[in-house]
C-alpha cells in the first residue's frame, strides 16, 4: 500500500522544517550547545509542525552522530532509525487524548520518567500530544515531576487549545507559539513534492490546495494525495474538481463589483446564472464572505496586509479596497451572515438574493441624500506636480480652510492632523486632490485606503464638493509649502510646537 503525503515527505531535518523559523533556530541553537530545558510546550493549530519539530528535537538529542556544535540528526544511525519508526525506548509519545486519567499518567509518564535513559549519553523524551485533554488530577500528577525532573529527561507538551492548559503547568515550560505556514511556503512544498512524485499539477489547483489548507501544510499535502491519486501523471481541472470544491473567484468579484456599483438587476441574474451553472451555493457563499473580508482588512490595514490571492484578483481587490466605502463593506458582511442564518428555504439562492436587496435598499437613501448635499465636481482645474498654481479656487479654497481640515481629523486620527500641518495640496483634477508630502514614512502613514476614504470624506464636507485624495512626494517640497503656506507666522508656530525646532 502506497504510503500517504503527509507521511512520505515529513521533514528529517531542521533544514526541511516548512515555516516557523524562530522557533526552528532557538531549538537548533539549544541542541548545539548542550543547553536545553527540562519542558516545552509547543502550542498553535494543527499540522502546523508541532509533532514533527518534537520528533526531530528528539532525534537530535539521541543522535549518535550529530557532530560537537551542530544540531542536524545524522539520520543513519540506528538510534535515528529506531526513532524515526517509532520504536525507540527512549523517545515515548503519548496521545492525552486517550490516555487522560491519572493512572496514566503516574503508569506511562511518571514510572518511565524514573528509569534512566538506555542511551547513556543521550536523552528520554516523552512527547504528550493534545495535553490539554488531561484531566486536572492528571496535571496535578504530571506538574510535580515537571517541578522535579530527573535528569536526562525531556517533557515536550503539545496542544491546540493552550486556554484548557493550567498555568502551573504552562509557567513551567518553554513555551512555542507555532504560526500558520504561508500560503507562498506552502505552494513551494507541494512543488517541491510533484516534482518528487514526478506529477504535473498546474500553478493555480496547487494555489487553491494551499488556500483550502488554512496554513495547514499537513492538511494541504492530503488535498494533494488524494488529487494525485486520480490522475496518470497529470492532474487537470476536471480532475481536480472531484476533490476540491470549484472556486467561483471571478464570478464573485463580478457580484461585488455589482453591488459596489449599486446595480441590484446585475446581481440577482449572477446569482441565478450560477444556480443554473450548478455552482455550489454554500461554497460560493463561503468565498464571498472571504472576499468582502480580505478587501475589508486590505482598506483597513493598507499595503502591508498580504493578499493570498492570484495576480488578477489582487488587482481587482485593491480596487475595490479604494472605490467601496469601509462602512457599506461592514455593511454588507454583516447582512449576508444574518442570511446565513435562514437554514429551511425552497429557494436555495433566496437568502442571497434578499442580502442583495436589503443591501441596495439601504443604500439609495444615502446615495439621494449625497447627490443633493454634494455639487458636481469642477472640471476645469489644472493639474500640476512640481509647482502649486496659487491661481486655481480650489486650491485657495483648501488653502483657506486647511486649519478646518485639520481640525475635523483630529477625531479621526490625531496622527493625521499632525501629518496635514507639514503636507500641502500640490494639484487637483477631476475632483483629485493630490497631497505632497516631504518624507517617505509620511507618505506610508498617510497611503492608506482609510486614511485616504476619511481624509477625502472631511474635504468633500468642508469645501462642498465630491473629491478624492492621492498622495505623493514632492519633490519640490520646501519652496511649495511656503507657497501654501503664505509663511504665516501662526502656522509656523504651530508647527514648532508640535515637531520641535527653531525658525532659521
Not at 102 to 118: G, L
Request: hydrophobic residues 40%; aromatic residues 6%.
Amino acid at each position: 500500500m502506497p504510503e500517504v503525503l503527509y507521511r512520505k515527505y515529513r521533514p528529517m531535518t531542521f533544514k526541511e522544517v516548512v515555516g516557523q523559523k524562530p522557533i526552528k533556530l532557538t531549538l537548533q541553537n539549544e541542541i548545539a550547545s548542550g543547553k536545553s530545558a527540562h519542558a516545552y510546550l509547543f502550542v498553535g493549530p494543527r499540522g502546523t509542525g508541532k509533532t514533527t519539530l518534537a520528533r526531530l528535537f528528539a532525534r537530535s538529542l539521541n543522535c549518535l552522530n550529530r557532530k560537537e556544535n551542530e544540531s542536524e540528526p545524522c539520520n543513519e544511525c540506528d538510534v535515528c532509525r529506531q526513532i524515526t519508526q517509532g520504536n525507540f525506548m527512549d523517545v515515548i509519545e503519548i496521545d492525552a487524548a486517550s490516555h487522560t486519567g491519572v493512572d496514566n499518567v503516574r503508569e506511562n509518564i511518571i514510572a518511565s520518567s524514573q528509569v534512566p535513559p538506555f542511551n547513556k549519553k543521550g536523552y528520554k523524551v516523552f512527547v504528550i500530544d493534545e495535553v490539554h485533554m488531561l484531566s486536572k488530577s492528571a496535571f496535578n500528577a504530571l506538574l510535580k515531576t515537571l517541578e522535579e525532573p530527573p535528569k536526562h529527561i525531556i517533557f515536550i507538551l503539545a496542544t491546540t487549545e493552550i486556554h484548557k492548559v493550567p498555568e502551573t503547568i504552562i509557567s513551567r515550560c518553554q513555551r512555542f507559539d507555532f504560526k500558520k505556514i504561508p500560503q507562498a511556503d506552502i505552494v513551494k512544498r507541494l512543488t517541491e513534492i510533484i516534482e518528487w512524485e514526478k506529477v504535473t499539477v498546474p500553478d493555480h489547483i496547487l494555489g487553491e490546495i494551499a488556500r483550502r489548507s488554512e496554513g495547514c501544510l499537513r492538511d494541504a499535502k492530503s488535498l494533494l494525495g488524494q488529487v494525485i491519486s486520480l490522475s496518470q501523471g497529470k492532474v487537470t481541472d476536471e480532475l481536480a474538481s472531484l476533490v476540491l470544491p470549484t472556486s467561483n473567484w471571478q464570478e464573485v468579484d463580478t457580484l461585488v463589483e455589482a453591488l459596489r456599483v449599486a446595480n441590484l438587476s446585475t446581481a440577482l441574474n449572477q446569482l441565478n446564472k450560477m444556480v443554473n451553472e450548478g455552482v455550489d451555493l454554500h461554497n460560493f457563499t463561503l468565498d464571498l464572505i472571504d472576499y468582502l473580508r480580505q478587501i475589508l482588512l486590505y482598506q483597513s490595514i493598507g499595503p502591508s496586509f498580504a493578499l493570498d490571492f492570484p495576480e488578477n484578483l489582487i488587482t481587482s481587490i485593491k480596487k475595490h479596497a479604494q472605490d467601496f466605502p469601509l462602512a457599506d463593506l461592514s455593511r454588507l458582511l454583516n447582512i449576508i451572515l444574518e442570511k446565513l442564518t435562514i437554514k429551511e428555504t425552497l429557494i436555495d439562492q433566496l437568502p442571497l438574493e434578499l442580502a442583495c436587496v436589503e443591501f441596495l435598499l439601504d443604500k439609495e437613501p444615502m446615495q439621494e441624500k449625497d447627490q443633493k448635499s454634494v455639487p458636481e465636481v469642477t472640471e476645469n482645474a489644472e493639474k500640476k506636480t512640481k509647482k502649486i498654481d496659487s491661481n486655481i479656487n480650489l486650491i485657495e479654497s483648501l488653502q483657506t480652510n486647511w486649519p478646518k481640515i485639520r481640525e475635523e481629523t483630529k477625531p479621526f486620527n490625531h496622527s493625521l492632523s499632525a501629518l496635514l500641518q507639514t503636507s500641502h495640496p500640490v494639484s487637483t483634477d477631476n475632483g483629485i486632490v493630490v497631497i505632497g508630502v516631504e518624507y517617505d514614512f509620511h507618505l506610508q502613514q498617510m497611503d492608506k485606503p482609510n486614511v485616504k476614504n476619511h481624509l477625502a470624506k472631511v474635504l468633500s464636507d468642508v469645501l462642498g464638493q465630491n473629491l478624492r485624495v492621492e498622495i505623493q512626494i514632492d519633490d519640490n517640497y520646501t519652496e511649495n509649502h511656503q507657497t501654501f503656506k503664505g509663511k504665516n507666522d501662526k502656522e509656523v508656530g504651530e508647527i514648532l510646537d508640535t515637531f520641535g525646532g527653531e525658525v532659521v
